[in-house]
């Protein structure tokens, strides 16, 4: 009998369900085969995750593998329990998007002598787990006491003027960006 997917979970969060949406960006995934399975750390290159794009679908040709440059790994070799988990840390936040985590039947098991051997990944089947990112609007710059020019060439200070710049990517509410309570100053240096 082949080994078989039982669940991923985001960060430290609840079990990522096929196409849900995620409102905070995780940092990593963890996934979890059966109970018993003894991953081998060599076939990990068969689980991957593409990136949907701009047109919102997978298959075309704006799709995008998602490097996780973190880490991909088993989560504690030497410890048993662990050894059906993968571990995928993403080294940058991903951004709002369709993604597609796929696991390949290249991905095997570790044979346990010539009564168990080697097991593929669903038969050599396949895996999709859809799930979908939407974040909040980010600020991506901060300009305090804004410098404009003026028609006559000069220079002007606005001293009791923030301007906050966000993601272009994200719908925002003007009315809600403007409202000051939505903002505090700290003082850095007393």
């Known amino acids: 009998m082949a080994f078989d997917f039982v669940a991923a979970f985001p960060n430290f969060g609840n079990l990522i369900e096929e196409g849900a949406t995620l409102r905070e960006a995780p940092q990593q995934i963890t996934i979890r085969f059966s109970p018993g399975t003894r991953i081998d750390p ?91 990112l939407d974040l909040g609007a980010q600020v991506v710059s901060v300009v305090p006491q804004p410098i404009t020019r003026l028609p006559n060439g000069s220079l002007s200070q606005a001293r009791d003027t923030v301007v906050v710049h966000f993601n272009a990517n994200d719908p925002l509410l003007a009315a809600s960006a403007q409202t000051v309570g939505n903002y505090r100053l700290i003082e850095t240096d007393p």
Not at 48 to 64: E, L, M, P, W
Not at 118 to 126: C, L, T, W
């Open 42 to 132: 060599a076939t990990l290159g068969a689980i991957s995750i593409v990136r949907a794009g701009a047109d919102g679908t997978f298959g075309g040709v704006d799709d995008g593998n998602v490097t996780p440059t973190g880490f991909v790994g088993i989560v504690a070799v030497d410890d048993f329990p662990n050894e059906n988990q993968v571990v995928v840390r993403f080294a940058e936040n991903l951004p709002d998007d369709l993604y597609r985590l796929s696991i390949s039947g290249g991905l095997k098991t570790l044979a346990n002598g010539p009564a168990a051997p080697a097991e593929s990944f669903k038969n050599g089947g396949r895996y999709d787990l859809n799930l979908e």
